[in-house]
């Protein structure tokens, strides 16, 4: 059905061509890295984790949600981030939506996994379970309020080595309280050849993409998150797409179209058409786990998912917010 639904989208089945480490010259200071044949470029979705009304994870709910995502279109998926409820998963259940995701997707996009931890030992076994059980690259925000970025640089070392897989940068300074500056991320790349995305998530983005590329080494892919805020004027300083569980990724993906067609005002007017329901959906400088409940709200409305269900301490979104979320919808979504 997922294969169905990809093509319904105008897409064809990928190959898995994932990096792997050549073991021959790994030493304790040398590893020589052959980069994986992913196209990073257009939407990746992060994908939310379903959850039953009572809390339970629901497996059965995730071949659904990636046939709904996939049929969007999507260039590939992105799972077990902070939007993914990572944190509030136990390890066995972060296993089982890997597991689930990938037999799901069957190679027809590539799937980053979020391996992120509050230390360097949680990451790399992260890591090192994505890729045992199929992912394709493996996406790092920094440890948890870290303050020597030394230390965060040798944190990337170590769980880049220990994924073997191509490595998404996330710079994520709302969640994680660590600045990543441009000249840091610039270093990250150079000393890291699985580096093959960065993500970037310090408002404002564009400025930052543009600093980047100044003083990166080689050039790597940067996507925008934060839902796509900032989308149209990332892709004008040279984003490649977005990396974000906004939850109409088709939209995304024909604001994208229209830019890299040279359709620059028609591109405009589409983000300027979405902007209000991206905002609302992304509620900007609210708690975390805020912007998560009306997510999967929207999702369920699609029939995307069968429960709206944040886990705790997030709380769902009041009724007066729903409310609000039902006029917004109703303005800007079509039909």
């Avoid at 990746?44 to 071949?63: C, W």
């Avoid at 790597?220 to 900032?230: A, K, S």
Wanted: one cysteine or more.
């Amino acid at each position: 059905m997922v294969a169905r639904a990809y093509r319904a989208a105008g897409r064809v089945g990928k190959s898995r061509c994932p990096g792997r480490l050549d073991t021959r010259g790994f030493g304790v200071n040398s590893w020589h890295y052959r980069p994986a044949v992913i196209d990073w470029s257009g939407i990746f979705h992060i994908l939310a984790t379903p959850f039953s009304d009572d809390g339970a994870l629901d497996v059965d709910g995730l071949p659904r949600l990636v046939e709904a995502v996939l049929a969007t279109g999507v260039s590939g998926l992105t799972i077990l981030g902070i939007a993914g409820e990572a944190h509030r998963l136990t390890d066995e259940e972060r296993r089982r939506v890997v597991e689930g995701v990938v037999k799901a997707v069957a190679g027809y996009v590539p799937v980053a996994v979020g391996v992120s931890a509050s230390g360097t030992h949680l990451a790399a076994g992260f890591a090192a379970m994505a890729r045992e059980h199929g992912a394709d690259a493996v996406m790092v925000a920094p440890p948890a309020g870290a303050r020597n970025l030394d230390a965060v640089a040798e944190y990337y070392q170590l769980v880049a080595r220990a994924a073997r897989l191509p490595l998404v940068l996330q710079d994520e300074p709302i969640t994680t309280g660590v600045v990543m500056p441009a000249p840091f991320l610039a270093r990250l790349i150079a000393e890291l050849p699985t580096v093959e995305a960065v993500k970037l998530e310090e408002a404002p983005t564009p400025p930052k993409i543009t600093r980047l590329a100044a003083l990166a080494t080689r050039p790597v892919p940067v996507f925008g998150g934060l839902g796509g805020v900032y989308f149209f004027e990332e892709l004008s300083r040279g984003a490649t797409g977005a990396m974000t569980g906004f939850p109409y990724p088709e939209a995304l993906r024909a604001i994208r179209e229209h830019f890299v067609a040279g359709q620059r005002a028609e591109a405009r007017a589409l983000f300027y058409h979405w902007l209000p329901l991206i905002r609302f959906e992304s509620q900007p400088g609210s708690v975390p786990g805020t912007s998560l409940a009306i997510r999967k709200e929207i999702l369920r409305r699609r029939g995307w998912l069968r429960s709206a269900y944040v886990r705790h301490p997030a709380a769902a979104p009041d009724a007066a917010t729903l409310e609000e979320l039902s006029e917004v919808l109703a303005a800007v979504v079509p039909g």
